[in-house]
């Protein structure tokens, strides 16, 4: 049940009927409408003055010659405000309409089918092999999940692809440093410590030792011709990398397609430098190939190094047409700090010169700030760098202390501070508009009482207890008990969820998801101390409690699409 249509197609009618003569009006009234800054103004607003030109008549006159054709059921009255018709519903009716629509599939509300028979490649997370997880990776790993959900929502097929960092000179010398120095039983049990520590040996003992460095040459030379000891050492580096990441990813909930990565795409690089080649993009300087992209204000894009080498922005090329002919996506989307922004233009350009339109719509760089800890860059934390793992092990730690204070009688503590610890981090990196840095402090992030994870899942919690104090047997529910100013507020937020997912997956910004299911848990508290919802009168009791059975299952809905777990106790 989608009111603002159905405002739509009754302005249509009442356009219709006040100016039978009329032409040139706009073809979609429902986009036409707008929401009221204020609840006092009506559930939603006509703006007249959009149709002054073609009825050329002042907006204030058009408002109140539309006004004496509103009769309709759904609508309790209009009123002309300045330019404006303000749309006041039939408070009953609406809430009679739109729990039923919401309660016949709770789960579903705010689904859609926009994107059946589309497919979107979402790059998120995308790690870098033998680095630990740390903070830096976050947002990238966080957004990436919750966008994957929206559009699974809305019925796109989504392939999620972990672009793992596995490409480069260092690693012949961390394989150079674990033949000198290494063994395995060190590497298995400290993992990628182990190997940032060989690393580090490696430059310390090549200063020494120049000769070294020819050494790390050669065993990346071994990884590129695919020589076996190379390869098997390289692969295991990453299986133990993957195998860290693969806990935090198991925390979060995350999960991927594909996780073929730079290595991946360095042996299919060729033919993209063949066909840029072919269409005349390819210009020689200094010994290297580039892209003159000078028309566009933009450096040359390096394709190849003097000495033939490929680069990061290479093997982004080729993953674009690997992606293409294999997934055939309508949309790739890249979820990469605002850092990359010059990287992912050059690229998307490239692609664009080499003749494929689709790439000024269909690659998007979805960009976010930087995170800070506690008022201090995330990643040198005192020098050292705040590790993901560490942090979502600590936000479990500190969720489990409020919560043995808060519930103590909870059981199954741990898994709770699992949802609400991990929950916490997740929200509060999801909470504003993802271009924003963020700075992340545990008294924020854990407050049950602000505009926090937990406090949402708290809402969503006591909606779980109101509605296991339901007794069984409801009669009809009484929708006039929903007339008041808390209900409605309440109805007219969850009535516009399904708005929210939409803009979101547009926007490609899960902060909308946030902001509109934190707005329903507001609505909800405040409804709830106003008023009882077991009430005395059973038809009145049977209205509040389809109300709390809708807010919860749009809640849960909410929180998964952000990528937060909903707890039925707390
Ligand atoms: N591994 C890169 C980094 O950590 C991110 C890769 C993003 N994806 C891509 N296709 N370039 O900075």
């Not at 109805?491 to 939409?502: A, G, K, Y």
């Amino acid at each position: 049940m989608d009111m603002r249509k159905r405002i739509g197609s009754l302005a249509e009618e009442m356009l219709r009927g006040a100016f039978p003569e009329a032409q040139g009006l706009p073809e979609d009234m429902a986009a036409l409408l707008e929401v009221p800054p204020e609840e006092s103004m009506g559930d939603y607003a006509l703006p007249c003055f959009k149709l002054s030109k073609s009825l050329r008549m002042g907006p204030p006159q058009i408002a109140q010659k539309l006004s004496q054709h509103a009769s309709h059921p759904e609508i309790a009255r209009v009123e002309c405000v300045g330019g404006y018709l303000n749309f006041f519903f039939n408070r009953e009716n609406f809430a009679r309409e739109l729990l039923s629509a919401i309660l016949a599939a709770p789960q579903k509300w705010g689904s859609g089918t926009e994107g059946a028979g589309k497919t979107v490649c979402l790059d998120y997370s995308s790690i870098n092999i033998a680095k630990r997880f740390h903070i830096g990776h976050l947002s990238t790993t966080v957004i990436g999940n919750s966008l994957k959900r929206i559009y699974d929502f809305l019925g796109w097929k989504t392939v999620s692809i972990n672009h793992l960092g596995d490409w480069g000179t260092q690693f012949g010398k961390m394989i150079c440093a674990y033949k000198r120095w290494g063994d395995r039983e060190t590497v298995e049990k400290y993992g990628v410590d182990e190997m940032t520590r060989l690393y580090v040996r490696f430059h310390e003992e090549a200063e020494k030792d120049p000769a070294l460095e020819d050494e790390g040459r050669a065993w990346f030379k071994k990884i590129e011709e695919g020589d076996e000891e190379a390869l098997a050492i390289f692969q295991w580096f990453k299986d133990v990398t993957l195998k860290d990441a693969m806990k935090v990813y198991d925390l979060m909930d995350v999960h991927f397609d594909s996780y073929a990565g730079e290595s991946f795409f360095y042996d299919k690089t060729g033919r993209v430098v063949d066909e840029l080649k072919e269409k005349g993009l390819l210009e020689e300087s200094d010994g290297a190939m580039i892209v003159n992209l000078e028309k566009y204000d933009m450096p040359p894009c390096l394709i190849l190094k003097s000495d033939g080498a490929t680069l990061y922005t290479t093997r982004d090329l080729a993953a674009v047409f690997y992606r293409k002919d294999t997934y055939h996506f309508d949309k790739c989307l890249y979820v990469v700090a605002y850092q990359q922004d010059l990287h992912f233009r050059q690229l998307f350009k490239v692609v664009e010169l080499m003749g494929y339109e689709w790439a000024r719509d269909a690659l998007i760089h979805v960009a976010f700030g930087m995170v800070s800890y506690e008022g201090q860059a995330m990643a040198t934390r005192k020098g050292h760098v705040v590790y993901l793992e560490e942090l979502l092990t600590r936000a479990q730690e500190k969720a489990l202390e409020i919560i043995k204070e808060k519930s103590p009688n909870l059981e199954n503590k741990e898994e709770a501070a699992r949802q609400v610890g991990i929950g916490a981090v997740i929200y509060a990196t999801l909470q504003n508009n993802r271009i924003k840095d963020i700075d992340f402090w545990w008294d924020r992030a854990l407050n049950f009482d602000g505009e926090t994870g937990p406090y949402v899942q708290y809402t969503h919690a006591r909606c779980a207890s109101v509605l296991r104090k339901a007794p069984e047997k409801l009669p009809e529910p009484d929708y006039a008990a929903l007339t008041d100013d808390e209900a409605q507020a309440l109805l007219r937020l969850l009535s516009r969820f399904p708005e929210s997912v939409q803009d979101a997956c547009l926007r490609n910004e899960p902060s909308i998801v946030t902001r509109a299911v934190t707005d329903i848990a507001k609505a909800y508290n405040k409804y709830y101390y106003e008023h009882r919802i077991l009430d005395d009168d059973p038809a009145a009791a049977s209205a509040r409690l389809a109300l709390t059975r809708a807010c919860k299952a749009v809640i849960k809905t909410g929180l998964y699409l952000i990528g937060v777990s909903a707890p039925e106790r707390m």
